[in-house]
């Protein structure tokens, strides 16, 4: 498929559509998500569901007026209810039946999944949060982004632009790109400067890896050993519409042998520290994401590249992400 195309092309996957706390137990959102019109409820008992917006009966669209009733979703035109799996429940029309999404929740996120032939999903995105010790997520949202999730996520292994662009210092390998199914791995170090506690220091080791699950889901892990400090990023593009997406970011941070940057810190509570450091991880990194936004927006995706030596794994990562297409 020529560049091109892609942009105008749907990728197969799971995306974010919202936040957990987006959804309480009772609730019900409307979602654009890859040009379909969506509705998301959550039952009285914490059941999370994704339908089809419109009613089969005449067609009323659920999120301009529905109510969650318990476990179901009732149409606000003539009152039909529908479960979690989108079968009517209220009437005696056993094949009546709203399309449901397969959904995922996971570390506070809800994630539909995309099949070009509806196909289920054979794979998952994983938790990090159960990985180690971290502290409390926070969480952000862009809104209408003139992008696309394969160009958003191409930025994460795009080398060349992290120093220029960014102002990344001495940016290297660890390892290279290592791809299994829809996931991909890679890791990098570099010299940054950071103002964790409104102090400016300048970091001389700070590792990050970088694992994508589908171009929906990235991972970017930061460690620096010398302030005794891990963040992570999971940046999660989604598709509106052709040409428009909605970023969300979740930053986290661990801070357990932070007093390595200042032995006083080991006397201020974790949980404190871990919110602070998070919050300043990801506001670097919403900084990073501003200085991509105009470029990303405004950009084509060129079918014959002109590699730099510092080029990251392009022609790699174009290759990978093939499998999203039908
Ligand atoms: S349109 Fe939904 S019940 Fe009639
Ligand atoms: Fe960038």
Not at 193 to 219: M, N, Q, R, Y
Not at 261 to 266: M, S, Y
Request: some cysteine; hydrophobic content about 35%; charged content about 20%.
């Amino acid at each position: 498929m020529a560049q091109k195309e892609i942009l105008k092309s749907i990728p197969s996957g799971w995306f974010a559509v919202c936040f957990s706390h987006e959804l309480l137990p009772g609730k019900m959102l409307s979602r654009v998500f890859n040009e379909n019109d969506i509705v998301l409820f959550r039952t009285k008992q914490g059941v999370a569901s994704a339908l089809d917006a419109y009613c089969p009966h005449l067609g009323a669209h659920l999120g301009h007026g529905g109510t969650v009733k318990s476990n179901v979703l009732q149409c606000p035109f003539h009152g039909l209810c529908f479960n979690t799996n989108g079968n009517c429940v209220s009437h005696d029309l056993n094949s009546t039946k709203i399309n449901s999404w397969p959904i995922q929740e996971v570390d506070g996120v809800i994630y539909l999944y995309y099949g070009h032939q509806k196909e289920k999903p054979s794979w998952e995105v994983p938790s990090i949060l159960k990985r180690g010790s971290w502290g409390a997520p926070v969480f952000f949202t862009y809104i209408d982004l003139k992008t696309h999730p394969q160009d958003w996520s191409e930025n994460a292994i795009d080398f060349a632009h992290l120093s220029y662009l960014h102002g990344f210092k001495s940016t290297n390998y660890d390892f290279k790109m290592a791809t299994k199914g829809p996931y991909f791995k890679i890791g990098y170090h570099f010299k940054s400067d950071f103002k964790p506690l409104g102090i400016k220091i300048e970091i001389s080791d700070v590792k990050t890896t970088i694992e994508s699950h589908g171009l929906g889901c990235a991972v970017i892990e930061v460690i620096s050993e010398s302030i005794g400090m891990i963040a992570c990023q999971i940046t999660l593009p989604t598709m509106t519409t052709i040409g428009k997406l909605d970023l969300r970011v979740v930053g986290f941070a661990d801070t357990k042998h932070i007093e390595k940057l200042n032995p006083l810190l080991k006397f201020v509570p974790q949980k404190w520290l871990n919110k602070i450091i998070a919050k300043s991880v990801l506001k670097v990194y919403l900084k990073n994401i501003e200085q991509d936004i105009d470029i990303l927006s405004n950009r084509t995706l060129v079918d014959k590249l002109t590699q730099l030596p510092e080029d990251g794994p392009i022609t790699e990562y174009r290759k990978w992400t093939k499998q999203f297409y039908q």
